[in-house]
T-cell receptor
Framework: EAGVAQSPRYKIIEKRQSVAFWCNPI?????LYWYQQILGQGPKLLIQFQNNGVVDDSQLPKDRFSAERLKGVDSTLKIQPAKLEDSAVYLC????????????????FGPGTRLTVT | RKEVEQDPGPFNVPEGATVAFNCTYSNSASQSFFWYRQDCRKEPKLLMSVYSSGNEDGRFTAQLNRASQYISLLIRDSKLSDSATYLC???????????FGKGTKLSVKP
């Protein structure tokens, strides 16, 4: 079974530039998550999608970050404009729906995109 | 108080040692608890779920104390391959939402 795919793996940009990350979840996984992991910290949830609807985006800095999952499969996360403090690894994860509750806590992570803002 | 707090580490132990990680969480309404493992420059992977009755998987034992809002992970007979960062994780408010601790780094030396 193919895992969660992300691209690019690495990106270096200057502050105030824009950047976009792409994620393809495991086939059949309805829930998709974007996390930000700063060096030395645990992953922090930015946004959670259920199919193509947003479940939780309370920690997404909406003045500069946006995300979409138009067809309920692939997703993109965009930062515009980037700041130095956005340097981090951006992880995408997906989970399959549970037959009983409709959601699952077992999340599968992609390899991440390592972003450096200079 | 942070939502999930872990021992800062790092833990440097010899092969064969027993090591214990502790974690506390602030939201008494959290229902699900996990330990994830993250190797250097890799993505987190689920190690094991944590149940109220305690559960064991080979050399790994997880315990949950809901009254104290405390979670633990015990690794017996440490192997070099156990070297990684161990993340304590609890369920959040939204369905399927997880809150991660900062992680505790373990280095097992020969």
């Amino acid at each position: 079974e193919a895992g969660v795919a992300q691209s690019p793996r690495y990106k270096i940009i200057e502050k105030r530039q824009s950047v976009a990350f792409w994620c393809n979840p495991i086939s059949g996984h309805a829930t998709l998550y974007w996390y930000q992991q700063i060096l030395g910290q645990g992953p922090k949830l930015l946004i959670q999608f259920q199919n193509n609807g947003v479940v939780d985006d309370s920690q997404l800095p909406k003045d500069r970050f946006s995300a979409e999952r138009l067809k309920g499969v692939d997703s993109t996360l965009k930062i515009q404009p980037a700041k130095l403090e956005d340097s981090a690894v951006y992880l995408c994860a997906s989970s399959a729906p549970s037959l009983t509750s409709g959601y699952s806590y077992e999340q599968y992570f992609g390899p991440g995109t390592r972003l450096t803002v200079t | 108080r942070k939502e999930v707090e872990q021992d800062p580490g790092p833990f440097n132990v010899p092969e064969g040692a027993t090591v214990a990680f502790n974690c506390t969480y602030s939201n008494s309404a959290s229902q699900s608890f996990f330990w994830y493992r993250q190797d250097c420059r890799k993505e987190p992977k689920l190690l094991m779920s944590v149940y109220s009755s305690g559960n064991e998987d080979g050399r790994f034992t997880a315990q949950l104390n809901r009254a104290s809002q405390y979670i633990s992970l015990l690794i017996r007979d440490s192997k070099l391959s156990d070297s990684a960062t161990y993340l304590c994780v609890v369920s959040g408010g939204s369905q399927g939402n997880l809150i991660f601790g900062k992680g505790t780094k373990l280095s097992v030396k020969p």
